[in-house]
T-cell receptor, first 112, second 116 residues
Framework: TQLLEQSPQFLSIQEGENLTVYCNSS?????LQWYRQEPGEGPVLLVT?????EVKKLKRLTFQFGDARKDSSLHITAAQPGDTGLYLC????????????FGEGTQLTVNP | NAGVTQTPKFQVLKTGQSMTLQCAQD?????MYWYRQDPGMGLRLIYY???????DKGEVPNGYNVSRLNKREFSLRLESAAPSQTSVYFC???????????????FGSGTRLTVV
């Protein structure tokens, strides 16, 4: 059983559409990070959310941390082909100290 | 460019063979990690080293050993490879022993290992 459940696992949309990716858990996290991974490369950090209810914006990407610090969402507005990639959420569980636990990932394809 | 360097990038092993995956970082980070990535399962932690001189098991340590050779280098060894160890292996580092909210983890570009 995965500690962090991401949905959907796959998402294929047209350029200009909006989308939301969800990351859910029954555990409480000190922080939650979102990474993006492109083929043949390692994941790259997009954002970290730390406070329950926190919302962060990165251009067309909006990240939210749940009030109880158990879940998070990533919303992309007006998706572009350059947004194509594997999006991974990763949580720093309160009891784990220095280790990140990753979700299964959401493979996003944005078609021109 | 500064970052995390993994070698080799690709490797094919026969069942029972051994090999060591190398990882080096030049960012003066304290903590280093080994993950494996399999389809539909995200990244799973194999071993980590919170600081030089310490190593600890992660979620899936069986069949692997690690060595934190110095602050820069963290190697992963497969003593007797099995087909179930076919995967993409990523090394990562972070500045300190707790998850860094600004820098997160810096990942290498991975080693694609096939065991036949």
């Amino acid at each position: 059983t995965q500690l962090l459940e991401q949905s959907p696992q796959f998402l294929s949309i047209q350029e200009g559409e909006n989308l939301t990716v969800y990351c859910n858990s029954s555990s409480v996290f000190s922080s939650l990070q979102w990474y993006r991974q492109e083929p043949g490369e390692g994941p790259v950090l997009l954002v970290t959310v730390v406070t329950g209810g926190e919302v962060k914006k990165l251009k067309r990407l909006t990240f939210q941390f749940g009030d109880a610090r158990k879940d998070s969402s990533l919303h992309i507005t007006a998706a572009q082909p350059g947004d194509t990639g594997l999006y991974l959420c990763a949580g720093d569980e309160e009891t784990s100290g220095s280790r990140l636990t990753f979700g299964e990932g959401t493979q996003l394809t944005v078609n021109p | 460019n500064a970052g995390v360097t993994q070698t080799p990038k690709f490797q094919v092993l026969k069942t029972g063979q051994s090999m060591t995956l190398q990882c080096a970082q030049d960012m003066n980070h304290n903590s280093m990690y080994w993950y494996r990535q399999d389809p539909g399962m995200g990244l799973r932690l194999i071993y980590y080293s919170a600081s030089e001189g310490t190593t600890d098991k992660g979620e899936v340590p069986n069949g692997y050993n690690v060595s934190r050779l110095n602050k820069r280098e963290f190697s992963l060894r497969l003593e007797s490879a099995a087909p179930s160890q076919t995967s993409v292996y990523f090394c990562a580092s972070s500045p300190q022993g707790t998850v860094d909210p600004i820098y997160g983890y810096t990942f290498g570009s991975g080693t694609r290992l096939t065991v036949v």
